[in-house]
């Protein structure tokens, strides 16, 4: 698992033994975790709902339980998986909101225009990474220096360190290279391909503040970050007439149904056109 996803699970871990010592009346103890039933971690779920958790953060706090109970049951602590069956809250479905293919190019074309020249060419790499390759960021910014030249195809290690080959675009290939020759900074075959201004690592947030700059500039709404663009490379391919199989495994999603939910995007926009467009829309 990622670092982040291991830090959210260890914080919802200690708020749930939390729960637990105040719902006992005592410090937890593998009897106290033994003899939790499905009514106590529905208790769990109406206390953290009144804290004003989402759903979405409530379902993964359950997960969180749920993989802590399996950790004690393999270190022979307690002998139950879990405390019973219980479901969490159902959580809203939210659909992506990608770019327009019109916008996607604005703000390529716009990140290009940074006063110093390496970094534009650092700025037009990543974002276009993003969109021509469906990187997530976090991807994107852990290419090495090794990395270039890059070829036809690239090896990604995603989520839970699932491994899948992208293919690059000329255009994609050539944007890295250009940036690649221009970085003013020294580094071996292991240092981080994407550079801060001082030379440290780019960081995610610098990214996200780089989105926030080209929204500023070009109107863009509040949901054109760097996540965005790799919604918008599945959103476009499906659109232009890429099949959703070769759309998820360019992705890296372990399920189609995740994919899927492209789908409803495209369809989305189809029937806004429709609506908007057909003189009997209204009628």
């Known amino acids: 698992m990622s670092p982040h996803t291991l830090e ?11 729960f637990v010592a105040e719902h006992c009346g005592g410090a937890p103890s593998d009897r106290t975790l033994a003899k939790l039933v499905p009514a106590d971690i529905r208790a769990y779920i109406t206390v953290r709902r009144g ?4 759903a979405r953060s409530v379902r993964r706090g359950l997960s969180a339980i749920r993989s802590f109970y399996r950790h004690l049951a393999r ?8 405390p019973g069956i219980v479901r969490g809250p159902r959580v809203a479905k939210h659909l992506p909101r990608p770019l327009s293919e019109e916008d996607a190019v604005r703000a390529l074309d716009e ?10 060419a650092r700025d037009v790499a990543l974002l276009t990474l993003l969109y021509g ?9 852990s290419l090495k220096r090794a990395d270039i030249p ?12 699932k491994e899948r080959i992208v293919p690059l675009l000329p255009v994609v290939r050539e944007a890295v290279d250009h940036y690649a020759a221009r970085v003013p900074f020294a580094g071996g075959g292991d240092a981080a391909l994407f550079l801060s201004r001082r030379g440290r690592p780019m960081s995610a947030r610098e990214a996200q503040g780089l989105m926030q700059r080209l929204r500023g500039r070009l109107g863009l709404s509040e949901r054109a970050t760097p996540h965005a663009l790799r919604h918008s490379f599945a959103t476009h391919l499906l659109s232009n007439g890429g099949d959703l199989r070769t759309v998820q495994e360019l992705l890296g999603h372990a399920s189609l149904s995740s994919t899927q939910v492209y789908t409803d995007v495209d369809t989305k926009h189809l029937l806004d056109v429709y609506t908007k467009a057909h003189p009997r829309a209204r009628a």
């Open 75 to 82: 270190e022979g602590i307690l002998q139950n998986a879990a």
């Open 8 to 18: 959210a699970y260890e914080r919802d871990v200690i708020g749930f033994l939390a």
């Open 111 to 120: 990140a290009n225009t940074h006063a110093v020249e390496w970094l534009a």
């Open 51 to 54: 804290e004003g958790l989402s």
């Open 150 to 161: 890059l070829g036809e195809t690239i090896v990604i290690f995603g989520k839970r360190q």
């Open 133 to 141: 390759a469906g990187l997530r960021i976090s991807e994107a910014l």
